[in-house]
């Protein structure tokens, strides 16, 4: 049931997509148009994140639509992990019409199920405003589109330029394996941690063992790996895990004590160099003061195999998805309709959102800089991947791959074990 | 007679070991409230205090800024709502169905009591997972029947239910109990005099009951209304969620003010604390009664 | 509680009037089908599909797998073991030292030393908490920044790891956990204390027996039924634990443990029937502590 196809979008087809800049009128006229015919009354949009922040941003969009469409949206934020967890509740219940979500397995498996409304209709009416490899991901196994892209983000070091600018490195022109450990290096002589990582939730060192595992083997290997068609045992994956374990001496002690919010406060805290995390975190530098936001930076994780060079990215997208068993699936639709359009999209920018819009028509004029770069880091990439947990089973990633990796972080001399635990874990899963 | 002298020598060092005891004993107790006490200061406390001078350091500001941002911010109004429209039918409905059976099962003698008691206590001691996955089934598929898929799932009503059906073979262990220490003989004059049993029980053991289901009633009240396992799988609505969700509210707050997210858990913490404070004695007559057998 | 010496049911044949036989069958019919329908069925439910495969949204996907589940359990999935241990552990901890530590300070409550009244809200306090809240307070003291970091000098930097130091992170969690059980143990057997004859007491110390003697040979026996409770509770509940992993882990398995697993398998887009498998054992480990529970409770009536 895996749809490998699915998983990565080639980067020749973004670059087509960003080429189709300004859409201006066409665009906006078929939207006009499309806003009047579907809307059916009230609709509901199921929100996910429960910070300050989040709630901003999905209350001035709703605002925006309401006053651009005439009609009533009742908002329903929801705590994000509880969100995740409960989702096959959730739509198997009473789903609101509209809801956030994330293209990968996780939207792929939903729609086979059934669960998920179709929304090729709305493709059909602004799917020019998205690159074709976009569409790609956000087809089902069907060939049925089920998501509309908004937002998308890198996995990438951030590190905050001060502290670089002090310690006399240049992270934008690491070239190798070797000169990234000269750099982790010397961030430790100063007595500041390299490279900062917390994994008490099992999933954030997941974005480490990706970006190695791509940059050592390569996309298709990565990917073939996620699907079950090559072996955790190969030495290859060994291989991964050799450089994961060079880097441990440069790490913070106590990984598996913190999280991901351990992570951004050694950052903020200017108590680390470096940390390899996806851009979504930057709202919380924002809020503590524009001064630390404009501090922080990204650069793609340096290039190891010459083969693979910088190649491939995890950029995780995030969007919308219409539910099959909601009350309004027509109403659904429209309200992603405008969510996912330009118009959608500035709104939420104007609110001081810092994603970037996945929309190739957006102006970008608005970005910060910070954004910008973020960009410029995704468009480097010619494959992307949506990160583990969103390119395999739901029944492998977290019980099987997290506690794997904390159990090497534990114990990185008994990898081998580990890894054929793995193996065998995943050669016992049922079929689908 | 030397009993006096062993009794006297006996009385002082006891007393000492009793000193020491007691001091032994008060200096656990303190160290128990202590996290609380950190917490509670540290919520009285400005974040950018405690960032530029150190958490040990001597406090610049104190003011209760942050409670008032975590009551905003937590949307209590509709939470505590969702969590009162919850607590008060559950404990009602558990304490009456409680009632009923324990009634039945300590006044009149059937073959089946023994076989009842047991079915409901099995009942209260199964882990709450080994339910979930047929019984939000169920709760969809009821809906559907009566037309309204909203009926039990995501709804107050159906949170309410599991509850209930959950808690009532403590309540009911613990009213059997209870009744089994009433003379029998105010029951049977009753049924001389030709009561039916409905008066018998509205009329007679009712009244009796008071004091065990008041302290009951305290006890369900803080686990229903601290339980988060029913409300965060069977509800998808924010706005019907009870307080156990509102504490999510602050927690991508947790950088700039990580001080707000200790002001926030007191203020969810007041209500259960205070119906402690005032009725303590309930609380523990209550689990008394559930304990001892007359 | 008084000990009145005629209690017992009388048996007597009675009839009933149909408006009677009504209403009792309404009192027991209703909350027992209640009871039955909501918590019994889906017991069954979840047993009989621990044997299955299924992802848990379309009836029809349900497949027969046998006793696969708990093979794959059993046989592949090492984490089961260690939770197995972790569970294990924690009874040892409670059986032994958590809830001996209860008993003792009920007792000495019981004996009205200065400042009981006092002490018995102070280890109470904890159980009225609700997991968030203690998951709060407790980071407070734990987490990088928090009271234990300064006290001990250290910085976010480079703080002592608590959670993730596998030597004594066991310790930390079981001490959070005692932090509640023994102010719940407390109360549970003071309530049985103050139900005890006060002349078995007095009459022991005539004897010149030592308090500690007074408890051992006179208290302890006495109370009997209530042990009986507070072993089943304490089995129980070591057997059951899960809030206090989740409030520091998530639904990660950092701290393996029985509870945590059944949560992980069951929630999520990965709900696999292996989570039903996890309960099933989970109530299988239990069973016998409950019997042994209701059979005490109940051999009164059992006669």
Same mark, same amino acid.
């Given at each position: 049931?895996?749809?490998?196809?699915?998983?990565?979008?080639?980067?020749?087809?973004?670059?087509?997509?960003?080429?189709?800049?300004?859409?201006?009128?066409?665009?906006?006229?078929?939207?006009?148009?499309?806003?009047?015919?579907?809307?059916?009354?009230?609709?509901?949009?199921?929100?996910?994140?429960?910070?300050?922040?989040?709630?901003?941003?999905?209350?001035?969009?709703?605002?925006?639509?309401?006053?651009?469409?005439?009609?009533?949206?009742?908002?329903?934020?929801?705590?994000?992990?509880?969100?995740?967890?409960?989702?096959?509740?959730?739509?198997?219940?009473?789903?609101?019409?509209?809801?956030?979500?994330?293209?990968?397995?996780?939207?792929?498996?939903?729609?086979?199920?059934?669960?998920?409304?179709?929304?090729?209709?709305?493709?059909?009416?602004?799917?020019?405003?998205?690159?074709?490899?976009?569409?790609?991901?956000?087809?089902?196994?069907?060939?049925?589109?089920?998501?509309?892209?908004?937002?998308?983000?890198?996995?990438?070091?951030?590190?905050?330029?001060?502290?670089?600018?002090?310690?006399?490195?240049?992270?934008?022109?690491? #070239?190798?394996?070797?000169?990234?450990?000269?750099?982790?290096?010397?961030?430790?002589?100063?007595?500041?941690?390299?490279?900062?990582?917390?994994?008490?939730?099992?999933?954030?060192?997941?974005?480490?063992?990706?970006?190695?595992?791509?940059?050592?083997?390569?996309?298709?290997?990565?990917?073939?790996?996620?699907?079950?068609?090559?072996?955790?045992?190969?030495?290859?994956?060994?291989?991964?895990?050799?450089?994961?374990?060079?880097?441990?001496?440069?790490?913070?002690?106590?990984?598996?004590?913190?999280?991901?919010?351990?992570?951004?406060?050694?950052?903020?805290?200017?108590?680390?160099?470096?940390?390899?995390?996806?851009?979504?975190?930057?709202?919380?530098?924002?809020?503590?003061?524009?001064?630390?936001?404009?501090?922080?930076?990204?650069?793609?994780?340096?290039?190891?195999?010459?083969?693979?060079?910088?190649?491939?990215?995890?950029?995780?997208?995030?969007?919308?998805?219409?539910?099959?068993?909601?009350?309004?699936?027509?109403?659904?639709?429209?309200?992603?309709?405008?969510?996912?359009?330009?118009?959608?999209?500035?709104?939420?920018?104007?609110?001081?959102?810092?994603?970037?819009?996945?929309?190739?028509?957006?102006?970008?004029?608005?970005?910060?800089?910070?954004?910008?770069?973020?960009?410029?880091?995704?468009?480097?990439?010619?494959?992307?991947?949506?990160?583990?947990?969103?390119?395999?089973?739901?029944?492998?990633?977290?019980?099987?791959?997290?506690?794997?990796?904390?159990?090497?972080?534990?114990?990185?001399?008994?990898?081998?074990?580990?890894?054929?635990?793995?193996?065998?874990?995943?050669?016992?899963?049922?079929?689908? | 007679?030397?009993?006096?002298?062993?009794?006297?020598?006996?009385?002082?060092?006891?007393?000492?070991?009793?000193?020491?005891?007691?001091?032994?004993?008060?200096?656990?107790?303190?160290?128990?409230?202590?996290?609380?006490?950190?917490?509670?200061?540290?919520?009285?406390?400005?974040?950018?205090?405690?960032?530029?001078?150190?958490?040990?350091?001597?406090?610049?500001?104190?003011?209760?800024?942050?409670?008032?941002?975590?009551?905003?911010?937590?949307?209590?109004?509709?939470?505590?709502?969702?969590?009162?429209?919850?607590?008060?039918?559950?404990?009602?409905?558990?304490?009456?169905?409680?009632?009923?059976?324990?009634?039945?099962?300590?006044?009149?003698?059937?073959?089946?009591?023994?076989?009842?008691?047991?079915?409901?206590?099995?009942?209260?001691?199964?882990?709450?997972?080994?339910?979930?996955?047929?019984?939000?089934?169920?709760?969809?598929?009821?809906?559907?029947?009566?037309?309204?898929?909203?009926?039990?799932?995501?709804?107050?009503?159906?949170?309410?239910?599991?509850?209930?059906?959950?808690?009532?073979?403590? #309540?009911?262990?613990?009213?059997?109990?209870?009744?089994?220490?009433?003379?029998?003989?105010?029951?049977?004059?009753?049924?001389?005099?030709?009561?039916?049993?409905?008066?018998?029980?509205?009329?007679?053991?009712?009244?009796?009951?008071?004091?065990?289901?008041?302290?009951?009633?305290?006890?369900?009240?803080?686990?229903?209304?601290?339980?988060?396992?029913?409300?965060?799988?069977?509800?998808?609505?924010?706005?019907?969620?009870?307080?156990?969700?509102?504490?999510?509210?602050?927690?991508?707050?947790?950088?700039?003010?990580?001080?707000?997210?200790?002001?926030?858990?007191?203020?969810?913490?007041?209500?259960?604390?205070?119906?402690?404070?005032?009725?303590?004695?309930?609380?523990?007559?209550?689990?008394?009664?559930?304990?001892?057998?007359? | 509680?008084?000990?009145?010496?005629?209690?017992?049911?009388?048996?007597?044949?009675?009839?009933?009037?149909?408006?009677?036989?009504?209403?009792?069958?309404?009192?027991?019919?209703?909350?027992?089908?209640?009871?039955?329908?909501?918590?019994?069925?889906?017991?069954?439910?979840?047993?009989?599909?621990?044997?299955?495969?299924?992802?848990?949204?379309?009836?029809?996907?349900?497949?027969?797998?046998?006793?696969?589940?708990?093979?794959?359990?059993?046989?592949?999935?090492?984490?089961?073991?260690?939770?197995?241990?972790?569970?294990?552990?924690?009874?040892?901890?409670?059986?032994?030292?958590?809830?001996?530590?209860?008993?003792?300070?009920?007792?000495?409550?019981?004996?009205?030393?200065?400042?009981?009244?006092?002490?018995?809200?102070?280890?109470?306090?904890?159980?009225?908490?609700?997991?968030?809240?203690?998951?709060?307070?407790?980071?407070?003291?734990?987490?990088?920044?928090?009271?234990?970091?300064?006290?001990?000098?250290?910085?976010?930097?480079?703080?002592?790891?608590?959670?993730?130091?596998?030597?004594?992170?066991?310790?930390?969690?079981?001490?959070?956990?005692?932090?509640?059980?023994?102010?719940?143990?407390?109360?549970?057997?003071?309530?049985?204390?103050?139900?005890?004859?006060?002349?078995?007491?007095?009459?022991?110390?005539?004897?010149?027996?030592?308090?500690?003697?007074?408890?051992?040979?006179?208290?302890?026996?006495?109370?009997?039924?209530?042990?009986?409770?507070?072993?089943?509770?304490?089995?129980?509940?070591?057997?059951?634990?899960?809030?206090?992993?989740?409030?520091?882990?998530?639904?990660?398995?950092?701290?393996?443990?029985?509870?945590?697993?059944?949560?992980?398998?069951?929630?999520?887009?990965?709900?696999?029937?292996?989570?039903?498998?996890?309960?099933?054992?989970?109530?299988?480990?239990?069973?016998?502590?409950?019997?042994?529970?209701?059979?005490?409770?109940?051999?009164?009536?059992?006669?």
């Amino acid at each position: 049931m895996m749809s490998e196809q699915n998983n990565g979008i080639s980067r020749r087809s973004v670059l087509k997509g960003a080429a189709v800049g300004g859409l201006g009128l066409a665009a906006g006229g078929s939207l006009l148009a499309s806003c009047g015919k579907k809307d059916a009354g009230p609709m509901k949009w199921g929100g996910r994140g429960l910070e300050e922040s989040s709630v901003k941003w999905h209350e001035a969009v709703k605002a925006a639509y309401e006053t651009a469409s005439g009609t009533t949206v009742t908002l329903n934020m929801n705590d994000s992990n509880a969100f995740q967890n409960n989702l096959s509740q959730y739509l198997q219940g009473t789903p609101d019409d509209g809801f956030d979500w994330m293209a990968g397995y996780r939207m792929q498996f939903y729609a086979d199920q059934g669960l998920l409304e179709d929304v090729s209709s709305v493709w059909d009416s602004i799917g020019d405003q998205f690159a074709a490899s976009y569409k790609q991901a956000s087809t089902g196994s069907d060939g049925k589109q089920y998501f509309l892209p908004t937002s998308w983000y890198p996995w990438g070091l951030h590190y905050r330029k001060s502290t670089m600018t002090e310690l006399g490195l240049d992270p934008e022109n690491i #070239a190798n394996w070797d000169d990234f450990m000269k750099m982790l290096e010397a961030t430790k002589k100063k007595g500041l941690i390299g490279y900062a990582l917390g994994d008490k939730g099992g999933w954030e060192a997941m974005g480490t063992f990706d970006i190695l595992n791509a940059r050592i083997n390569g996309y298709q290997f990565h990917v073939d790996l996620l699907a079950g068609k090559e072996k955790w045992t190969d030495a290859k994956v060994a291989d991964v895990f050799k450089h994961f374990e060079m880097m441990i001496p440069y790490m913070n002690k106590n990984v598996l004590d913190i999280s991901w919010e351990g992570m951004r406060d050694l950052l903020l805290q200017k108590k680390c160099g470096a940390m390899m995390m996806g851009s979504w975190f930057s709202g919380d530098f924002k809020t503590k003061s524009q001064a630390d936001y404009d501090d922080l930076w990204i650069v793609p994780f340096p290039e190891i195999n010459p083969e693979h060079a910088r190649d491939t990215i995890d950029a995780p997208i995030d969007g919308l998805c219409v539910a099959a068993n909601g009350e309004n699936p027509e109403g659904g639709k429209a309200l992603v309709e405008w969510l996912a359009s330009k118009e959608g999209m500035q709104a939420r920018l104007d609110s001081g959102n810092t994603f970037t819009s996945a929309n190739s028509g957006q102006d970008t004029s608005t970005y910060d800089a910070f954004q910008k770069q973020q960009l410029a880091v995704m468009g480097e990439a010619k494959n992307i991947t949506q990160f583990l947990d969103r390119d395999t089973r739901q029944d492998f990633a977290n019980p099987v791959v997290a506690p794997a990796i904390q159990n090497f972080l534990r114990a990185p001399k008994d990898i081998n074990k580990i890894l054929e635990s793995v193996q065998a874990q995943w050669d016992a899963l049922p079929a689908l | 007679m030397t009993t006096a002298v062993v009794d006297k020598k006996y009385k002082n060092s006891q007393k000492t070991k009793d000193r020491i005891i007691s001091i032994v004993i008060g200096f656990f107790a303190l160290a128990w409230l202590f996290p609380i006490a950190w917490t509670i200061w540290s919520s009285l406390r400005p974040y950018n205090d405690v960032i530029s001078n150190g958490v040990f350091s001597f406090p610049k500001h104190m003011n209760l800024d942050n409670y008032y941002n975590a009551i905003r911010l937590m949307k209590l109004p509709m939470y505590l709502t969702n969590s009162f429209l919850i607590t008060f039918p559950a404990v009602i409905l558990t304490l009456g169905f409680g009632s009923l059976i324990a009634f039945v099962v300590s006044r009149y003698s059937f073959k089946f009591n023994v076989a009842l008691l047991l079915f409901f206590t099995a009942g209260n001691l199964l882990p709450q997972q080994l339910v979930f996955i047929p019984l939000f089934k169920m709760y969809l598929a009821i809906g559907d029947f009566f037309g309204n898929r909203a009926l039990l799932y995501d709804s107050i009503l159906g949170v309410v239910l599991i509850h209930v059906a959950f808690q009532l073979g403590f #309540a009911t262990f613990v009213l059997s109990s209870y009744l089994k220490t009433i003379p029998k003989e105010i029951s049977e004059s009753a049924m001389v005099d030709g009561a039916s049993v409905w008066v018998h029980y509205t009329k007679i053991i009712l009244p009796l009951l008071r004091p065990p289901l008041a302290s009951l009633a305290v006890l369900m009240t803080t686990w229903i209304y601290n339980d988060f396992f029913w409300a965060l799988v069977l509800m998808k609505s924010d706005s019907k969620r009870p307080i156990t969700s509102a504490l999510a509210r602050l927690q991508g707050e947790f950088i700039t003010d990580f001080n707000l997210l200790a002001a926030g858990a007191i203020v969810a913490a007041l209500p259960t604390l205070l119906i402690f404070i005032v009725l303590r004695k309930q609380f523990v007559s209550g689990l008394t009664l559930g304990s001892t057998k007359g | 509680m008084k000990s009145t010496a005629t209690n017992t049911p009388v048996r007597r044949r009675r009839s009933f009037s149909p408006k009677d036989r009504l209403t009792l069958s309404a009192f027991v019919g209703i909350p027992t089908a209640f009871h039955i329908l909501l918590v019994w069925v889906p017991a069954i439910g979840t047993i009989g599909l621990s044997f299955t495969f299924w992802s848990g949204i379309h009836l029809s996907d349900i497949k027969w797998a046998g006793l696969q589940n708990y093979n794959n359990i059993l046989t592949g999935t090492p984490v089961f073991w260690d939770a197995i241990w972790h569970n294990v552990i924690w009874l040892l901890w409670f059986g032994l030292i958590a809830t001996p530590l209860g008993i003792l300070l009920a007792y000495q409550i019981d004996r009205q030393i200065k400042g009981h009244r006092f002490y018995e809200s102070a280890f109470f306090v904890p159980v009225v908490l609700s997991l968030a809240v203690t998951g709060i307070i407790w980071n407070f003291m734990l987490q990088p920044g928090g009271f234990i970091q300064g006290i001990m000098g250290r910085d976010i930097s480079n703080p002592v790891s608590i959670y993730g130091n596998y030597s004594i992170n066991t310790y930390v969690i079981l001490g959070i956990a005692s932090w509640r059980h023994i102010g719940y143990i407390m109360l549970l057997y003071l309530s049985g204390l103050k139900s005890v004859d006060p002349s078995l007491k007095e009459a022991s110390a005539i004897d010149g027996a030592t308090e500690w003697q007074t408890f051992r040979k006179v208290i302890l026996p006495t109370m009997k039924p209530v042990n009986i409770i507070i072993i089943v509770i304490t089995v129980i509940d070591s057997l059951r634990a899960f809030d206090i992993v989740y409030m520091i882990y998530g639904s990660s398995t950092g701290w393996p443990i029985l509870g945590i697993l059944v949560f992980q398998n069951i929630s999520g887009g990965g709900m696999s029937m292996k989570g039903a498998a996890y309960a099933v054992i989970l109530f299988a480990l239990c069973i016998g502590p409950m019997i042994t529970y209701l059979k005490q409770s109940f051999a009164e009536d059992v006669k």
